[in-house]
């Protein structure tokens, strides 16, 4: 069941450091807690709260290897509250985040088996910018089944917000 939720009830605020339940979150998203402690110690976490209610988190980091590029490391929103515009809410704020700072685009990677995501980021302009085959067979030391299909490969999406 959605919770209907007033975006206006909604705040996105910067945390310095992470507790249990901004891991919880974080682990729905990405269950390698190395690859959250990782996307945590090179990037900035943010959490979006309704009625100071912890809602969803926002993990946004400079691509190391890729100059202007702002990347969505960690994105999830609670259960309860997804289908709710929260995602999109969380979305827009790092597109801001990414123009406010200067980048030239801003870069998520998610499931192949991962559709709603998928959908969701092209509705809101990304577009698909590559596939890394096997990714998460080769990065994960177990399996991840999302929507009945085997998650192998990484969709790179990529939102332009200054063309070359």
């Not at 996105?12 to 945590?40: C, F, G, T």
């Not at 577009?127 to 890394?132: A, K, L, T």
Request: glycine content about 6%; proline content about 2%; hydrophobic content about 45%.
């Amino acid at each position: 069941m959605t919770i209907l939720i007033s975006k206006a009830h909604c705040d996105i605020r910067e945390i310095a450091k992470p507790d249990q339940s901004h891991y919880e979150l974080l682990l729905d998203a990405d269950p390698l807690k190395a690859s959250v402690n990782e996307a945590l110690s090179i990037g900035k976490l943010f959490a979006l709260y309704h009625e100071e209610e912890l809602v969803g988190v926002l993990i946004l980091a400079p691509r190391a290897h890729e100059k202007g590029v702002l990347e969505i490391m960690n994105i999830a929103v609670l259960e309860a509250y997804r289908r709710s515009g929260l995602a999109t809410l969380l979305i827009e704020y790092a597109i801001n985040e990414a123009i406010a700072e200067g980048y030239d685009s801003l870069l998520v990677g998610t499931g192949n088996s991962s559709f709603g995501a998928q959908a969701l980021y092209q509705k809101m302009g990304f577009r698909i910018d590559g596939i890394e085959l096997n990714y998460f067979v080769e990065q994960y030391p177990f399996k991840i089944i999302e929507n009945g299909i085997l998650c192998q490969d990484r969709i790179n999406l990529r939102y332009l917000i200054k063309a070359d």
